[in-house]
């Protein structure tokens, strides 16, 4: 009998440690279940919003886990929300300020541009004007104005840039070039509406102009020619002339003059001019006051029908006074047909 209230008194108490044991297994998973219990975030990233419940609380963490990679640039904010827990991504953007004239790069995180510039202490005084509204949201690689904007009206000179004309001529030989008149620039007066941003000009608003001297044309002769000796009228620019022949001549004056001609046979006359010379053609007879004897010219008639060329003052006469030059000619007949003619003599260089 003692023997099986022993063996009673065993098993009861053996009954009383095993539920014992359940209830604090029990306690202990119900604590587990308290302390392990999923939490729901809300993930806010730009227009991407994502749902993500996990056992992690650690926010980073909680990114991390749900696939949001976060540069050095990069942040976030975490807050309650209806019954979940928010996180907002705020994505670093790259922002350019250029602050009347100083170029300032900046990182902004989806704030408007009134309150990146309040952050950063830049002000906006009332008589500047902003490139972007102040209450628009920054976006990446944005570049953001702050300048001032003065509009004044100036008058000044301005240049008549000279057009460049070439001239074929098959009295020089292809490839050979020759400038027959130098270009010149014009001028000219203008009155114009500038507009200054931060002090330096950014448009000019031409309103009136008026021509002082008028440009002058740049000629330039190309030469087309073989090189064989042509017979036909000069080329004459500006200090420059090509002749018949295609020799290049420069010359510092052009006069217009009377001209008539003799011959060796004329009364007074022989073979052998003032200066000692053979008369030759080229040979012109001046008034040695007006055209010292050994200038060289090249000589035109007027109207440009006749071409005496080049020659050289050598000879005199005594009717041949102030701007009358008398042209040899080794006929009678050739001094009849030439007459008398105005002439326009260009003094060679």
Known sequence: MHFLNAIFKRDSLFVRITALSLTVVCAVMAMSQTVFAKTT???????????????????????????FQLDDSDTFV????????????????????????????VVSYGETVGELLDRLGLSVSSDAEISAPLNALVAEGMIIRVFTT????????????????????????????????????????????????????ASRNVLTEEVITEPVTHVVAVGTGDGTVKNGKPIIGDGVIIAPNGDVLTYDSVEKFTATAYTHTDPGCTTITATGTKVHIGTVAVDPKVIPYGTRMFIVTKDGHYIYGVSTAEDCGSSIKNKKVDLYFPTY??????????????FLG
């Open 333 to 346: 007949d050739q001094c009849i047909q030439f007459g008398v003619r105005d002439v326009y003599i260009y």
């Open 150 to 201: 003065v509009v004044s009206t100036d008058t000044y000179t301005a240049e008549i840039p000279y057009e460049t004309v070439y001239q074929q001529t098959d009295l020089l030989k292809a490839g050979t070039e020759v400038i027959l008149t130098q270009g010149v620039n014009g001028q000219k007066v203008c009155t114009a509406d500038v507009t200054y941003i931060n002090g330096q000009e």
């Open 41 to 67: 975030y809300v993930i806010t990233d730009g227009d991407q919003v994502t749902v993500h419940s996990t056992y992690a609380s650690d926010p980073a963490d909680v990114l991390n886990e749900a696939g």
């Open 78 to 105: 975490t807050e309650p929300g209806s019954g979940d827990t928010e996180i907002t991504v705020h994505r670093g953007m790259d922002i350019v300020i250029n602050y009347f004239g100083e170029t300032i790069p």
